[in-house]
């Protein structure tokens, strides 16, 4: 069964950075998308990054294209998340999830807990 595991989730003042890991069970991240989303307080759950399956192709919601950057480390069954220059609306728990297409949420059957991610004013 496969298991995603968040971390690095904290607070932050603005234009700090935080690097979030997720680790997963099971195959390699070679073999499958990875993505993030996050859900902001009193808001839906909304498309971060993704990465796909051959990791040459990555893609990004507008609002953190040039901040974030979504990579893996396939021996550690590790994907990343590197957020800069972060935002008070970057505040929310963010969520890895596997083996999807692009920004479609309901295309993602594995999905971790999610971490908190607080970026203060």
């Known amino acids: 069964q496969v298991q995603l595991v968040e971390s690095g989730g904290g607070l932050v003042q603005a234009g700090g950075s935080l690097r979030l890991s997720c680790a997963a069970s099971?195959?390699?991240?070679?073999?499958?998308?990875m993505a993030w989303f996050r859900q902001a307080p009193g808001k839906e759950r909304e498309f971060v990054a993704s990465m796909l399956a051959t990791g040459i192709s990555t893609y990004y919601t507008d609002s953190v294209k040039g901040r974030f950057t979504i990579s893996s480390d396939d021996a550690k069954n590790t994907v990343y998340l590197q957020m800069n220059s972060l935002k008070p609306e970057d505040t929310a728990v963010y969520y890895c999830a596997r083996g999807g297409y692009r920004s479609i949420q309901g295309s993602y059957a594995y999905w971790g807990q999610g971490t908190h991610v607080t970026v203060s004013s």
């Open positions: 099971g195959r390699s991240f070679s073999s499958y998308s």
